[in-house]
């Protein structure tokens, strides 16, 4: 199953969380986060296989690190999945910046 890509933007409601988003000297690092469409540098034929029932899971999401403040092993995302027989979930983490 293949989810179309619907991008998430974030939207810091107070001072701290304004000040943690982003990152002083790179602006696509903390926007990168979405629903669905294929995650970055990763390649289907690695996708995670369920536990449950041994089938390819499903890209349900890619969330960015947040900022400088929150960064994530120097601007790495987090890829979701999802059986969705099963609903199973697995998450990891991936550099997309090479
Ligand atoms: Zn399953």
Same mark, same amino acid.
């Given at each position: ?6 991008? *998430?933007?974030?939207? +810091?409601?107070?001072? &701290?969380? #304004? ?11 903390? /926007?990168?986060?979405? *629903?669905?469409?294929? +995650?970055?540098?990763? &390649?289907? #034929? ?11 899971? /499903? ?40």
């Amino acid at each position: 199953m293949k989810i179309p890509k619907i991008k *998430l933007i974030t939207l +810091p409601e107070t001072e &701290d969380a #304004k000040n943690a988003v982003g990152y002083k000297w790179n602006e696509i690092a903390g /926007t990168r986060h979405y *629903l669905g469409g294929t +995650p970055d540098g990763l &390649d289907e #034929k690695d996708y995670p296989i369920c536990d449950s029932c041994g089938e390819k899971m /499903t890209f349900y999401a890619q969330v960015d690190s947040i900022g400088d403040k929150y960064d994530l092993a120097d601007c790495m995302v987090i890829h979701n999945f999802v059986c969705f027989d099963c609903f199973e979930v697995k998450c990891q983490l991936t550099q997309t910046i090479v």
